[in-house]
């Protein structure tokens, strides 16, 4: 019976180690960032089977003056930090610390957006001051004398900012996302942030407000409706087919070599369209031709003027800007004369267009009319029309 026993104590298994060993200090210190902005909340890990002083309890370290553990920039630090073990006989410690920044407009208003403090003693609830491109030290007394340390940058960046799409069609929403960590002023909140919106044919433009898409992405989201029948208001902004429009926001918060003081308007640009094809936006009828007085012509003299009448109609209910376009070329395909006129069409409405034109020699001549978006963007409205005449 004696040996049995003995035997049975023998194969009892052992549990970590209940005191650090000071002659093989293992305990590395991770951060969830390799780099921070100034808000930032922090998470750090310490890995530490030395310290898991009881299997059967929540441990925790740092919170005495031998053992210490000091998260610190290199003016201001929270001393005697404690971190708590992550479950019972893990051997792994976290702690979380938000960074406050410092007093500073970062979004140009004219008032400090930061509460800047340094206060609290872990393993939840600590805030710490930290500058611009500084760095944060975490020192962890692992035992007498041997101090371990981990450090991490703090950084302010450039933002940026996008249209999710190139492309958006008229009486459509359009969604602008700006990412700048630096804005994420509170991690545990949704910030916001201004953004301003612009058309080719609204330079004035609205301001609006982008949401953060969660409490610490640094990722702020704004969308606007897209009109051509209503003014620019609140969410919404007046553009018409073929506008381009623009979103900026101003980044306060400039890494070097900019100063603390300095601001940066990034940009970005996106183009409006209608969800009708381009082709199918004007009706184009078939060209007529008229004498001075606005009667047809059914015959036609060399050195005569005429008069190139086209019929357009806008059919949808939405103005459009057009050029209609008249070309004439002789029976070598030569092109005797190209001329064009520039206007607007409301809605459901018809327009006569026309351009005199006089024929210098006898001849067949094919007369072509085509509508487009502009001069500058020879994009079809309608199908092009052609017809021959002749003049004796």
């Known amino acids: 019976m004696l040996q049995f026993l003995f035997f049975f104590l023998i194969l009892l298994p052992a549990f970590g180690q209940t005191a650090p060993d000071y002659h093989n200090p293992y305990?590395?210190?991770f951060t969830d960032k390799p780099v921070y902005s100034w808000t930032d909340k922090m998470k750090i890990t310490i890995i530490?089977?030395?310290?898991?002083?009881?299997?059967?309890?929540?441990?925790?370290?740092g919170e005495t003056s031998e053992h210490a553990i000091k998260i610190a920039t290199s003016e201001h630090s929270l001393d005697r930090y404690r971190f708590t073990e992550t479950d019972v006989n893990s051997g792994i410690f976290t702690?979380?610390?938000?960074?406050?920044?410092?007093?500073?407009?970062?979004?140009?208003?004219?008032?400090?957006?930061?509460?800047?403090?340094?206060?609290?003693?872990?393993?939840?609830?600590g805030f710490?001051?930290?500058?611009?491109?500084?760095?944060?030290?975490?020192?962890?007394?692992?035992?007498?004398?041997?101090?371990?340390?981990?450090?991490?940058?703090?950084?302010?960046?450039?933002?940026?900012?996008?249209?999710?799409?190139?492309?958006?069609?008229?009486e459509k929403s359009a969604t602008v996302r700006v990412i700048d960590a630096d804005m994420n002023l509170n991690p545990e909140a949704i910030d916001h942030l201004s953004i301003q919106l612009f058309s080719d044919s609204d330079v004035a433009g609205?301001?609006?407000?982008?949401?953060?898409?969660?409490?610490?992405?640094?990722?702020?989201?704004?969308?606007?409706?897209?009109?051509?029948?209503?003014?620019?208001?609140?969410?919404?902004?007046?553009?018409?087919?073929?506008?381009?429009?623009?979103?900026?926001?101003?980044?306060?918060?400039?890494?070097?070599?900019?100063?603390?003081?300095?601001?940066?308007?990034?940009?970005?640009?996106?183009?409006?369209?209608?969800?009708?094809?381009?082709i199918e936006r004007i009706k184009n009828s078939e060209i007529t031709f008229s004498d001075g007085l606005g009667n047809p012509l059914q015959s036609f003299l060399q050195n005569s003027q005429m008069q190139i009448v086209g019929t357009i109609s806008n059919e949808h209910d939405f103005k459009q800007k057009f050029v209609y376009m008249f070309q004439v070329k002789n029976d070598e395909r030569t092109v005797e004369s190209?001329?064009?006129?520039?206007?607007?069409?409301?809605?459901?409405?018809?327009?006569?267009?026309?351009?005199?034109?006089?024929?210098?020699?006898?001849?067949?001549?094919?007369?072509?009319?085509?509508?487009?978006?502009?001069?500058?963007?020879?994009?079809?409205?309608?199908?092009?029309?052609?017809?021959?005449?002749?003049?004796?």
């Not at 009881?54 to 925790?60: A, E, G, K, N, V």
């Open 48 to 61: 530490s089977p030395s310290w898991n002083s009881d299997r059967h309890l929540i441990d925790s370290i």
């Open 27 to 29: 305990s590395p210190i």
């Open 95 to 125: 702690a979380e610390v938000i960074l406050t920044g410092f007093a500073h407009d970062a979004d140009g208003d004219g008032n400090s957006d930061t509460t800047p403090r340094t206060i609290g003693n872990g393993p939840t609830g």
């Open 128 to 170: 710490l001051e930290v500058d611009r491109d500084s760095a944060i030290t975490i020192s962890f007394e692992f035992a007498d004398g041997v101090v371990l340390v981990e450090s991490v940058p703090v950084r302010w960046n450039v933002g940026t900012i996008n249209f999710v799409e190139d492309l958006f069609f008229l």
């Open 338 to 392: 190209i001329s064009w006129v520039q206007g607007e069409i409301s809605s459901q409405q018809s327009l006569d267009v026309s351009q005199s034109w006089i024929p210098k020699k006898f001849g067949t001549y094919e007369i072509e009319t085509f509508v487009w978006i502009s001069i500058n963007d020879p994009t079809a409205l309608s199908p092009s029309m052609s017809t021959l005449i002749t003049v004796p």
């Open 206 to 278: 609205i301001e609006v407000n982008a949401i953060e898409t969660s409490e610490s992405s640094g990722s702020f989201v704004a969308t606007v409706s897209l009109s051509q029948n209503s003014p620019s208001s609140g969410n919404r902004l007046y553009s018409l087919p073929g506008d381009k429009i623009f979103a900026k926001y101003n980044d306060h918060t400039l890494p070097k070599p900019h100063s603390k003081s300095d601001h940066l308007a990034v940009e970005t640009v996106a183009r409006v369209d209608l969800a009708i094809p381009p």
